[in-house]
């Protein structure tokens, strides 16, 4: 799109998630002007980023560039930018440029889609230890520091200590931590004992915490029990019950059934929380409504801001009904959204959005899942071939839906080979950066220097309240 036509009526939307990008498809051919900001140049089907961290698909097959997503839409022009104020006085839309340009973007309907990030629960020191996983730079970090412990497992001589490498522990027993758990057990136990002599990578050790009773806490209690035995068939040491209340670069701490236990291990990996944008408090702010303890703000049945008509808020920075934040939602608003701005400018009434619920599910591992859709709980081997179906199916273009079935069946399926495993010495030296290297005392590497949390209670939940998607 080049320059807007005067007059034509001018729509900012502020992400490119599956809430923003279905916004912009929605408004193709559209008597409107869309103009679609993002910080990344790329779409990201968030509920695969689980599979680059763990080697078996690239990251492109995953994340389209939003100019391609969106190229056969004359009204729409992408802008690579970082949103930095939201004017709702002036209509405008305040953004900075790579170069540090600052860019004013005036609007007549405002689409606010920012996502998520990670939630440490308060406590966000914990973020320098154990890393999340939401964009595909934190997918390839996460990789690149999963193949620099068994790298070093491969050199350690002292058994004590190559077993710290290959002690690998995931924090969150929901969708992404079972997904990610079961990924690097196979990891271990079956894709690279072929390939290291000197390390027996079966031997590592895999450990899940979650701070609530069940694995996947918002699953019924059936697939819940199914999924914490296939985890354990798996060689995983999955605990419940289980807060993380201390962590530095060598060891993580947590509290359990039997009290308080240091386990030493160079990864810790976070996947028990999720907070909304940093955005949606500005937009509260703005606005004059109160976010929630997730910073999530409320919109109304329309998805629109209390007391700006013309400005929504959609996907896993909203609250709307108590809906889950995952993808379904952020999808079905983005459609919805789409529809009501035609209709507007047509004239017409548009209904509540209405969300129609087709279920949850997660994979656990090679052929097992556990699916609940539309009031059918399924496992094994036919929730698998359904996981495997609708996430094809929300891949955007062809091209990677068939991409990324081929290298599954590489994968997965033919040779239990990954061609996605690559590190350079480089790479690792960076991972493995001074305080990251797993020692035992009374070694003279100093150990972190903050003290332990003084009050357990107040530990962090290994519960997750995370996504199996992005806005």
């Not at 729509?11 to 051919?29: H, Q, Y």
């Not at 790579?98 to 629960?121: I, K, N």
Request: contains cysteine; proline residues 7%; hydrophobic residues 45%.
């Amino acid at each position: 799109m080049g320059a807007n036509v005067a007059g034509r009526h001018q729509v900012v939307v502020v992400g490119g998630g599956f809430a923003g990008l279905n916004v912009t498809r929605a408004l193709d051919g559209a008597d409107v002007d869309v103009t679609l900001v993002d910080r990344a140049n790329h779409h990201l089907f968030q509920p695969l980023l689980y599979q680059v961290a763990t080697g078996i698909l690239p990251p492109g097959l995953i994340a389209p560039a939003l100019r391609g997503v969106v190229k056969r839409e004359r009204n729409a022009r992408v802008l690579l930018a970082d949103v930095q104020d939201l004017d709702l006085d002036r209509r405008t839309v305040g953004a900075r440029a790579p170069d540090g340009r600052l860019l004013e973007l005036p609007y007549d309907t405002l689409v606010v889609a920012a996502g998520a990030t990670h939630s440490y629960f308060g406590k966000d020191q914990f973020a320098e230890y154990a890393p999340g996983m939401k964009t595909i730079e934190d997918a390839r970090y996460l990789r690149d520091a999963i193949l620099a412990k068994f790298e070093m497992a491969e050199i350690a001589t002292d058994p004590v200590e190559r077993a710290e490498w290959l002690t690998f522990v995931v924090v969150g027993a929901g969708p992404t931590g079972v997904e990610l758990a079961g990924q690097i057990a196979e990891l271990a136990h079956t894709v690279l004992p072929r390939v290291y002599r000197s390390a027996d990578t079966r031997q590592a050790r895999i450990i899940l915490l979650e701070g609530a009773s069940a694995v996947l806490p918002p699953f019924a209690p059936k697939l819940q029990a199914y999924t914490k035995k296939r985890l354990e068939e798996m060689g995983i040491e999955v605990r419940l019950n289980t807060l993380a209340v201390d962590m530095d670069h060598q060891s993580i701490t947590v509290k359990g059934p039997d009290g308080l236990e240091t386990i030493r291990t160079g990864s810790r990996i976070w996947a028990a929380g999720v907070q909304a944008s940093p955005l949606a408090r500005m937009l509260a702010a703005k606005a004059g409504v109160e976010t929630d303890r997730a910073g999530r703000i409320p919109v109304g049945p329309d998805c629109t801001v209390p007391g700006h008509p013309e400005v929504f808020a959609i996907g896993d920075m909203v609250s709307l009904g108590k809906l889950p934040g995952v993808a379904q939602p952020a999808i079905q608003e983005g459609k919805y959204v789409g529809r009501v701005i035609r209709d507007r400018l047509a004239g017409r009434q548009t209904p509540p959005f209405k969300y129609f619920d087709k279920g949850t599910m997660a994979t656990i591992g090679y052929r097992s899942a556990v699916a609940d859709a539309f009031g059918v709980k399924v496992t094994g081997f036919p929730a698998y071939v359904m996981w495997i179906f609708i996430h094809v199916l929300y891949l955007v273009g062809w091209g990677n839906r068939f991409g990324t079935l081929y290298t599954w069946a590489r994968a997965l399926w033919l040779t239990h080979n990954r061609g996605n495993l690559l590190i350079s010495f480089q790479t690792a030296q960076r991972e493995l950066a001074e305080g990251h290297t797993p020692v035992r005392p009374p070694t003279i590497l100093p150990r972190s220097t903050r003290p332990p949390t003084p009050d357990a209670e107040e530990a962090i939940p290994g519960a997750p309240r995370e996504v199996g998607g992005t806005a």
